[in-house]
C-alpha cells in the first residue's frame, strides 16, 4: 500500500484510554469522557457543523471545539458518549465532503472509587457529579466528599401549590441543595403515593454540597376527600445515604354534577333597569 502523505487521517488520540462507566451502590454514573484527536490535512477553516463523529451503535460524540494545530495539523477536541463496558471501540470521523477517518478509543475499567473513599480516605463517599464533570480512571481525594457536608435540601417554592384531587397536577419546585443529579436518584411521595417525576434541571456550577435546581412533578391522584398532604422530596445518593425535606399540597375535590345557584344579585330590578335595549 502507498502511503498518501496528503490524506486524512488521526495522528493521536489523547488520552489513549479513558473511563467505562462504573456502578456505585448499584447505581450506574454514565461518563461521559473527553479525549483530543490530532487530525493530519484537514482543510482549514472547519467548524462543528463540518465534523461528525459516530461510535458503534450509532452514539453520536458531541464535537467540543475545533482548533487549528499548525503544521497542516488540526485539533478536535471530543465528548465521548458514556460506555458500560470495556474495550477498544472502533470510532468514525465523517466530514462533510462525506469523507470518513477512523480511530480508535479505548474504555477502561475506573479506580475502585467506593472502596477508595471509604476506606482509604475514611468513611467518606464518591463525589459523582465531580466524577461526571471531570471523568478519570484515576483515585484521588478530589473524587471524594465528605457525607456530613451534605445538607438536606429545602424548598424555595411550589407552583401550583394546591389544585384537583383528580387532576394529576404538573407542579414545579424550585428547590436548593437537592444532592442529585438525575431524576432517577429522586422520588417524590407521601406513604406509599408517588409522585411522577418528570424532570429535574440542575442549575450550572452545582454540586453536591451546593445546589439550585428545578424539579417538575406530577402529583398522584387521590381520593376526593383528601384535603393537605405533606409529601417528601428525597434524594438518594447512595443505597444507605438519603438527604429529604418536605412540602404541603392542598386538594380541593373535583367539580361534579349539575351547576346549583347559590346566590344571586341584585334580587328585584326597577322597571327602569329591566327595560334593556338589545
Given amino acids: 500500500e502507498i502511503f498518501d502523505g496528503d490524506a486524512y487521517r488521526v495522528i493521536s488520540v489523547i488520552p489513549s484510554s479513558v473511563p467505562s462507566s462504573p456502578s456505585f451502590s448499584s447505581r450506574v454514573v454514565m461518563l461521559q469522557p473527553t479525549v483530543s484527536l490530532l487530525v493530519a490535512n484537514l482543510p482549514a477553516g472547519r467548524d462543528r457543523s463540518d465534523v461528525s463523529i ?126 442529585v443529579f438525575h431524576a432517577a436518584d429522586v422520588a417524590v411521595f407521601a406513604g406509599s403515593t408517588y409522585a411522577r417525576i418528570v424532570s429535574l434541571v440542575q442549575q450550572a456550577g452545582s454540586t453536591l454540597e451546593q445546589a439550585q435546581g428545578t424539579l417538575t412533578i406530577q402529583m398522584p391522584v387521590v381520593g376526593s376527600a383528601t384535603e393537605r398532604v405533606t409529601f417528601t422530596v428525597q434524594a438518594s445518593l447512595t443505597s444507605s445515604l438519603t438527604r429529604s425535606t418536605t412540602f404541603d399540597f392542598d386538594y380541593f375535590p373535583a367539580v361534579s354534577g349539575p351547576a346549583n345557584v347559590v346566590r344571586f344579585l341584585p334580587l328585584s330590578l326597577t322597571e327602569s333597569q329591566a327595560a334593556v335595549e338589545v
Fill in 54 to 179: 459516530l461510535f458503534p451503535g450509532g452514539a453520536r460524540a458531541e464535537i467540543i471545539r475545533i482548533v487549528d494545530a499548525g503544521d497542516a495539523l488540526t485539533q478536535i477536541d471530543v465528548r465521548c458518549p458514556a460506555s458500560k463496558g470495556s474495550g477498544v471501540m472502533q470510532a468514525v470521523l465523517q466530514l462533510a465532503d462525506q469523507s470518513r477517518i477512523e480511530f480508535e478509543v479505548e474504555y477502561v475499567p475506573p479506580c475502585e472509587l467506593e472502596e477508595y473513599c471509604q476506606i482509604r480516605v475514611g468513611e467518606m463517599v464518591v463525589n459523582t457529579k465531580a466524577l461526571m464533570d471531570v471523568p478519570t480512571t484515576a483515585c484521588s481525594m478530589d473524587y471524594c466528599v465528605d457525607p456530613t457536608k451534605i445538607r438536606d435540601p429545602s424548598i424555595q417554592s411550589v407552583r401550583p401549590s394546591r389544585g384537583a384531587a383528580s387532576a394529576g397536577n404538573l407542579v414545579t419546585i424550585d428547590i436548593r441543595d437537592l444532592p
